[in-house]
């Protein structure tokens, strides 16, 4: 039984076929030929298990399990009389070729190009170039001296000279089966150990074009590039070497990491580490990961994450998001979570915009401050970084938290600055479709954000929980920037609504920025949370910084939550401008003192109005009217003290007010 398309079919593939004629051009009667020595039968049955009593060969007619979706029943049928397949599940058709692209995750040429291998036959040689057989001889000889330059580093690393090599290794966990994996070798720290051989074989010329050696501009002698490192083979989605990187072991080395030039047969820009294997393993799992470096990409390997690439020491380029779009519609952008991993962030949203597709787009993880999927998978195991894979935030999620992060909106000016930036971005987005859908977002997400926030006049009714048995408020002095700050003026009148707003802003700007915990440890301690999810992440952070562990660990780990997706769901707290990374520590703890504070004298009116509400039946009128006058007055009082322009007005006035809610003196009336 041969393949045969239909006419509808053929149509199609001409028109996919012309599509990739630019680069290849094939000639008449080649998929005829192709089609004659295959069944589609035999394509498809590599990757599925015939069902014995449905499928009828001597008609052509084959049943399985579908392997485009998670079935049980045979509803995958293949058809080889008319060469074509069709799951009745999830709708998934096509040919032999089409086959081939889905399972193997290639391009129309490239699906080709296995079937061609697999039936015996040459692809053609590219027409419209006439130098196209020298060209093609040439780069054959390139990367025959790549390949040599394979083994000779792997030889190096094995042998005596290689020990700091191993030694390194297996410092950094890269187990036997993942050197082998990876074809790790070693470049001796010595001026001309690949020049001489190379020399010695005739292929000087080849080796300095192919980058392994550099040839001086003086027309010195060639010596090698790589010296003293470990090295990692670069190989294209045809699985090639076309080219290497090189990690320094010795600490002073001015570079830490160095890649091949640019070479007839590598192209930094166009190039993904581990693309050919990251490729397959996307399209069974369904995504793929894009991490910041080549050693990243292996240590998320080791760990079971094998749909994982990297670029090659530049941010990632259009060419190479072309690339990564072809692997996976969502793919996920794993980066360090330092102020280099944001920035990098910040770079992809500005590329991506004006790309973006229907069902094609970008998600984000940060890891943990200061750590990358090497360091994250080490210290917690595979299990945490598929949780941060999990957290990853999509595209519009990302440009919404740079754009409100900038500076505190607390001014008109500010607002408008924030949506004409906003507008700017989305007017970058060429499909009209998502532009459409992202202004609508972006319209909620706004509307969220400056909505007034509605009194809740439940809350002090029915009575709020009064704070923490224990100390007393500290005593505040507030600084004249910690005025301007959001959430310091997040008091207002204390309902629910509000509490859980300066909550998660003051925890999540505790989470971004443990370092500087130490001084408004206890405040946390005894800061009264009305916000029940929040409880047990306030809980997590003390014990994180009374064990001296990773505070995001520690919360994910006692709670269950990822805290800056849970805190992170406030717009309000996330537009905050300390609610990053590394900001400075100073300033972090006159914010939280400040707000911490505020906080507290927010749930002391409210309580106290809560109360004064119980007494309400048995309570005198005037009594009673005295009471919820002197409660409103307390924190109208402190916000009009917190703006004073003096700071020894400051001082006064804020030990007094303290003064007034340690002894509740409104609680009884001064006769």
Known sequence: MYIQLAGVSTRLAQVRLRRDSLSMSLPPGF?????????????????????????????????????????????????????FYYCFGCQAKGDAVTFVKETENVSFIEAVEILAREAGMPMPERRHDPRAAERKDRLTRLAEVMEQAVQLYGLAFRSAAGQGARDYAARRGLTDVILKRFEIGYAPDARH?????????????????????????????????????LMFPIRDVRGRCIAFGGRALDPGAQAKYLNSPETELFHKGRTLFNHGPAREAAGKAGTLIVAEGYM?????????????????????????????????DEPVIA??????????????????????????????????????????????????????LEAAKPL????????????????????????????????RIADDSVRGHYDAEIRARRAELFRPAQPDRTTTVAGTPGP??????????????????????????????????????????????????????????????????????????LAALAEGADLAATVRQRTGHDPFELLGRLPQARAHPLAHPNQPQERVVEVLTEAIARHQAVVAHDTELAEAARDLPAAEAEDWTWRV??????????????????????SETVSEIQRMLDNQVYKSRKR
């Open 396 to 427: 519009v999620e990302v440009l919404w938290l740079r754009e409100t992060g900038r500076e505190p909106l607390d001014t008109p000016e500010r607002k408008a600055a924030l949506d004409r930036r906003l507008k700017t971005a989305l007017n």
């Open 468 to 541: 923490r048995r224990g100390r007393a408020p500290m005593p505040v002095r507030p600084m004249a920037e910690t005025r301007k700050s959001d959430l310091a003026r997040m008091g207002g009148a204390g309902r629910a609504a509000e509490a859980r707003i300066r909550e998660g802003g003051i925890l999540l700007i505790a989470c971004h920025n443990p370092g500087a915990l130490g001084p408004v440890e206890h405040a946390l301690e005894e800061m009264t949370l009305h916000t029940a999810e929040f409880e047990p992440v306030r809980d997590a952070i």
């Open 335 to 388: 980066l360090d979570g330092d102020e280099a991993g944001l920035r990098a962030a910040e770079r992809l949203v500005d590329l991506a915009l004006p790309v973006l597709q229907p069902g094609r787009s970008l998600r984000f993880c940060l890891l943990p401050e200061g750590r990358d999927p090497d360091d994250l998978i080490r210290a917690e195991g595979p299990g945490a970084m598929q949780r941060v």
């Open 629 to 650: 006058k002197q409660a409103g007055h307390q924190v109208q009082e402190a916000a009009r003290l917190a703006s004073a322009e003096k700071a020894d007005e400051e």
């Open 31 to 83: 998929l005829d030929e192709l089609r004659n020595r295959l069944t589609l039968s035999d394509v498809v049955g590599r990757k599925v298990l015939w069902d014995q009593r449905k499928t009828n060969a001597a008609r052509g007619d084959y049943w399985a399990p579908c392997p485009f979706h998670q079935e049980k029943t045979p509803s995958f049928h293949v058809d080889d009389r008319k060469g």
């Open 296 to 328: 990243d990409v292996i240590a998320l390997a080791a760990a079971g994450f094998e749909h994982a690439v990297a670029p090659l020491g530049t941010a990632v380029t259009e060419e190479q998001l072309q690339l990564i779009w072809r692997m996976a």
């Open 193 to 229: 150990h690949q020049t001489q051989i190379f020399k010695d074989k005739g292929l000087l010329d080849e080796a300095i074009a192919a980058g392994l050696l550099i040839k001086p501009d003086d027309a010195g002698a060639p010596y090698d590039r790589f010296r003293g490192r």
